[in-house]
């Protein structure tokens, strides 16, 4: 119960009204599966995953002056928004490092469009070398996993784990949300949620 | 199937044709059609079969016609009675008659004026409903009205929800801002004329949780209603209120506990 809010907590806490929580669920920026029922004393009552919601509905205050309900909606939505973006406008607008798209290059050949889903795996490719976290073998295997898989984690929660243990790294990748246990030497150096990642590519691009 | 030359259908009597790309269709009679169907206008004045999907600009039936997959149409309107086994898309969609869609419904905007009943899910920017509707799923709108009987299995999520009840009326949630709930008042003999027939119920409407912005009910039956404004009028039996500014309370209303936030 510790990491759900219930719907009267999340209404104080984030400062908005029954109107707006719905309004933002039929405009589908609050998933549907957000929506936890459970049976409470006072009756049937709601509750959210408390970080997930806190943070969607901080977003949404946010830009919501600036662009329409149906503009947010797209954002959220783990479907892209466009379709390509050339490797020339890339770096132009800071939307990738240059060392980032230089191994991209390496690794598939020079590329000149790029669509949705390469742009996805490049921005998570820049994301880790930028942490200083991952070196550029470790990239090269994070390029394979995402290629390989990027139909299987299309539209779905999918959620990127980067693992190392005595030096012997490796990456997991999850469709559904999962909850990993690991042994006590075992480090989680990087836990991305793609639906995350997608709405900052997003954000970044627009 | 070549696009450029477009031809029409015109089925009097009975006949069988078969799918693919059409200026129009006609159907005086009876038809059936094999496949899949594309468009530009849809008009049933007997009765039409298609074993597969529609997608046409406008459609009108005046008959019956029965549809096995789905239905895609820019305007419709149906007269006669209409069963889809799949989901209806429609950016505006009048029935008239009754129509029975196994699937979702989806458009802008929506109106029933006799009977409908959908399984699925039913989304819109306005649905104005004076008759009888039946959803299995949700029902989502911008603005929902209602002028009748209605039994949303789902949660009911609308800007605006007016509501003027006729016999029993129940949906499990309803969510929005600003939420009307009122007896239907009819001065003309309709009413009574209706409740010669289907005999003497109360208009009632019955829900587990109503939550929005401004609330005022009547004759509501609910587990819990919570809200900024709550109006509570007469005939209400609520287990459970908690608001936020203001509670009014008529003295005809039977109300559990109340809590203000």
């Known amino acids: 119960m510790d990491n759900l809010i219930s719907k009267k907590d999340l209404l104080e806490s984030a400062n908005i009204s029954y109107g707006q929580l719905y309004r933002?669920?039929?405009?589908?920026?609050?998933?549907?599966?957000?929506?936890?029922?459970?049976?409470?004393?006072?009756?049937?009552?709601?509750?959210?995953?408390?970080?997930?919601?806190?943070?969607r509905i901080e977003k949404i205050k946010n830009l919501k002056d600036d662009l329409?309900?149906?503009?947010?909606?797209?954002?959220?939505?783990?479907?892209?928004?466009?379709?390509?973006?050339?490797?020339?406008?890339?770096?132009?607008?800071?939307?990738?490092?240059?060392?980032?798209?230089?191994m991209w290059n390496i690794h598939n050949g020079s590329t000149s469009t790029f669509s949705f889903d390469q742009l996805l795996t490049l921005y998570l490719?820049?994301?880790?070398?930028?942490?200083?976290?991952?070196?550029?073998?470790?990239?090269?295997?994070?390029?394979?996993i995402l290629q390989q898989h990027s139909n299987e984690i299309k539209g779905k929660e999918s959620e990127l784990f980067f693992i190392r243990k005595m030096g012997v790294s490796f990456f997991i990748l999850t469709p559904e949300p999962a909850k990993l246990f690991v042994e006590s030497q075992t480090k989680i150096i990087a836990h991305y949620k793609l639906n995350q990642c997608i709405e900052e590519l997003k954000l970044k691009i627009s | 199937m070549e696009k450029t030359k477009q031809r029409n259908i015109s089925i009097s009597g009975s006949g069988t044709a078969a799918g693919g790309e059409y200026d129009q269709v006609k159907v005086n009679g009876s038809a059936h059609i094999n496949s899949d169907i594309q468009c530009e206008v849809f008009k049933c004045n007997g009765s039409a079969h298609i074993e597969g999907n529609i997608k046409t600009g406008t459609a009108k039936v005046n008959g019956?016609?029965?549809?096995e997959g789905n239905m895609e149409a820019e305007e419709m309107t149906i007269n006669g009675s209409t069963d889809i086994d799949g989901s209806l898309t429609c950016s505006e969609?009048?029935?008239?008659?009754s129509s029975n869609i196994k699937g979702d419904l989806k458009g802008k905007e929506i109106i029933v004026r006799g009977s409908a009943s959908i399984k699925g899910n039913v989304s819109g920017d306005e649905v104005?409903?004076?008759?009888?509707?039946?959803?299995?799923?949700?029902?989502?709108?911008?603005?929902?009205?209602a002028r009748g009987n209605f039994k949303i299995n789902g949660l009911l999520n609308a800007g605006n929800i007016d509501i003027e009840l006729l016999?029993?009326?129940?949906?499990?949630?309803?969510?929005?801002?600003?939420?009307?709930?009122?007896?239907?008042?009819d001065s003309s003999g309709f009413k009574k004329f209706i409740k010669f027939f289907i005999g003497q119920q109360?208009?009632?409407?019955?829900?587990?949780?109503?939550?929005?912005?401004?609330?005022?009910?009547?004759?509501t039956h609910a587990k819990v209603v919570r809200g900024n404004t709550i109006e509570i009028g007469p005939g209400c039996v609520i287990d459970r209120i908690e608001f936020k500014q203001s509670l009014e309370l008529d003295e005809n209303a039977k109300v559990g506990a109340q809590e203000k936030i």
């Open chain 1, 24 to 55: 933002w669920k039929r405009k589908n920026l609050i998933p549907e599966n957000w929506f936890i029922r459970k049976s409470t004393f006072t009756g049937q009552e709601t509750f959210f995953p408390k970080e997930d919601i806190l943070q």
């Open chain 1, 68 to 102: 329409s309900l149906d503009e947010l909606a797209d954002m959220f939505s783990p479907s892209p928004t466009i379709t390509s973006l050339s490797a020339e406008e890339l770096t132009k607008r800071n939307i990738v490092s240059y060392t980032a798209l230089e």
């Open chain 1, 125 to 144: 490719l820049d994301t880790l070398l930028q942490t200083g976290e991952m070196n550029r073998s470790e990239g090269i295997e994070l390029l394979h």
């Open chain 2, 64 to 67: 019956s016609s029965h549809i």
């Open chain 2, 93 to 97: 969609v009048k029935i008239q008659g």
């Open chain 2, 128 to 145: 104005d409903v004076k008759g009888q509707v039946k959803v299995g799923g949700d029902c989502e709108a911008e603005s929902f009205y």
């Open chain 2, 167 to 185: 016999r029993l009326c129940e949906a499990k949630e309803i969510g929005g801002e600003n939420i009307t709930v009122k007896r239907n008042i």
């Open chain 2, 202 to 219: 109360t208009d009632q409407l019955t829900a587990e949780v109503i939550e929005g912005d401004h609330v005022s009910l009547e004759y």
